[in-house]
């Protein structure tokens, strides 16, 4: 029994047009004053859920069908809209995971925050813009005073999430929810904005609960820790223990699922069963012929790269530059250097790891690559010879079918109008690689199975697919052009790290089997390392750091890398608690 | 079977959506009927109201049967002709949607390569066709229609004129009509070039005709068919309009537009029903299209739902 704190019972339920939908079942919860509690599971597993019914903001059609929420003992199901409207913000208070959203960017942050204290209190307008100031330096604002007047858009990401907290703590809360408090935010912000709100919770005495899908940031800065999945409660209890000694399967199998940043694994283990699998009537439905053998079989055969003793790719010196559009026609062309001097050489069947923060250039490299960002200095070799840059690079080369891309967002990287079956077929026909459609169906149906994937799924649309399942169709896209070199721009980054486990897998497994060599950008240093053998570091369009990956993450030359190694959340962490 | 009818019924958005809009299968219905009657004229009419030889002078101005003076044989009345009004309004009715559907298809036909190839090129292609766009647009519709009507009257010779006006009509709507299709082809194919499939494909090295026709136009084409049926209701109207001011189709075949001038002239005489009837079939069908393409654009676009 917490004493600020008491969720018995709690279950949400939405009515659909498919029938009512259980969002949460039986969902207990207790929480001490300074207490940070880790909500942690996958997509669809009802984080944010909790949190809305906790502050009475479940969005309609939804709605409480069982279970109490009890704050200091008193019950908040029993509230009017009334009561429930003063009782948010002055006793229970949100940040939510976007600061880009989170503030109205039309007004000052002292106009927002003076009207929510005054909201709240009696305070006259000197009063509480005092204690707006005070509140800033207490979340870490530098020179409080003089940036009050500014708008939102002119602090950057760590410091605008510090205005949504000092907003939160506007008026004294005893409870304060985080949803996903640092999901947009890079590493390094990320370890400060944690840091605080551990501090906050010490000081003042205020309860967190702290929604993620960040195993790393739970083991970081929870005290307690409940794993949910489906919208039920797996486990419970302190921290150290649930992720140290996990006993429910779902707890072990999520744990090994995410990629350490200590060791480099072969493979990841004990993956969870994929979602429920598409019934079995779909699994027996088989184009004649195909097979996962048939379509390794495939891919083999194409002309393979002797390999070479020098690079398949060596960039030299490349500078891109993102000229903005004139103002005047005689005016002078404004630029942004988006890359300067990168020089990396990816070797034969290797991975290449590029790590870098938001906006280091990372994407730019690889678009730089592909010919569809036109650098304006330095060259890039491809198995010896140059490639022609930008739209230099005719339609027709060679490189087009040799270098191919997996994206980040498979939720847009799938043409949404066109079946599985003439997505994946697009490179076999433009790079005629088949030499009847029955060959082409035939490799179609093989490829989907290699991918682990029912043959089936190549009848349907993409929508009908999850994130994980979509990122495997894009892997097959990319594998039946016979491709010698891949380009992975995050490609998990979308994913719940089940999925990206098995996503992870699923390349480890195709590198291996045809020798591909591969660029694998992320910014998350613990799937670098799991993935590569080779690594780069990029800082805002500079290389800093260059070299193999058991060195890079034994011992990083750079001051740079160092401070990114340490600041990521780590399953290590749990030893310290 | 009715289970899969139940099934479909449930997972089909659309169906779903329309069984639980009353006002959007009100107006699907009458718009059904209109389309109907208009095409089913010939079959559902008494007599052919372009047939001069069909209605007698006689018989003009009698009020509808249900009246004193009416005639059985004239369910709403007779115009200054001796016409039947029913089938003048079945016949008008086709003509109208006629000229509706054909300068609808050029004019989205004409935007939507336009707007696409603007969209999708960028740079200069885009900020002239763009510029025409606007130029367009400072024009009212009505005026560029009667523009081309009157270009075409002269250059044409007056026998080739008559054969020809149809087309003229449907060429005129459709060129004060394609702006609509350009802005918004070119707004959603910004949105679109820069997702990751469009990319797909020009890593692959896709010639960008094919981009564009195969990988961009079905994923624009939910806001592009809203345009349509909102923009087949607007060249309905365009139509009548010009057809009222007398430079729209020809004398002899009236369309709803010519009915309504036509049933005007004798408000004040107390010939009423002359112009009440085909107002009241052209605004119940410009509404119920209307609602119709409102609905789409509610059901296609997920953030208005």
Redesign the interface.
Known sequence: MGSLLNVTGLTVRYPTRFGTFTAIEGLDLSLEPGEIHGLVGESGAGKSTIGAAIIGLIQSPGYIAAGDVKLHGESLRSLSDAAYHKLRGAKISMIFQDPQTSLNPLLTIEDQLVETIRQHSDASYGDARERAIELLKETGLQDAEARLGEYPHQFSGGMRQRVVIALALCTNPDLIIADEPTTALDVAIQKQILALIRQLAQDRGVGFILITHDIGVIAEITDSVSVLRNGKLVEEGKTAQVLGEPRHDYTKALMAAVPRLDEKLDRFVNILADEPALATPELQWNVVGASEQFASDWLLKGERPTLADGPVLSVRDLDVTFYADRPFAWGKKQGTRALRDISLDVLPGQVLGVIGESGSGKSTLAKAVVGLVRPTAGSIDFNGAPLPLGRDRPRNHAARRKIQMVFQDPYSSLNNRRTIEEIISEPIRFFKLAKSRAEQRRIVASVLSLVEMPQRAMLKYPHQFSGGQRQRIAVARALVARPEFLICDEPTSALDVSIQAQILNLLKELQARFGLSILFISHDLAVVRQMSDQVAVLKNGQLIETGSAEDFFASPKADYSRQLLQETPSLALIARH | MLSYWRRIR?ENELL?LFLHNRVAQVAAVIATVAIFGAFFAPLIASTNPHDLASFDILDSFLPPAWTEDGDTRFLIGTDDQGRDLLSAILYGTRLSLLVGLSSVAFAAVLGTSLGLAAGYLGGRFDAVVMRIADVQLSLPAILTALLVDGVARGILPREQHEDLLLIVLTIAIGLSLWVNFARVARASTFVERN???V?????????PVRIMLV?IL??ILGPLMVIGTIDLAVAILLEATLSFLGVGVPADQPSLGTLIRIGTEYIFSGEWWIVIFPSMTLILMIISVNILGDFFRTVLNPRLR
Request: aromatic share 12%; glycine share 6%.
């Open positions: 449930i779903y997702k990751e499939y990319q797909a494909a020009e890593i692959m090295g896709q010639h990988a079905p994923n």
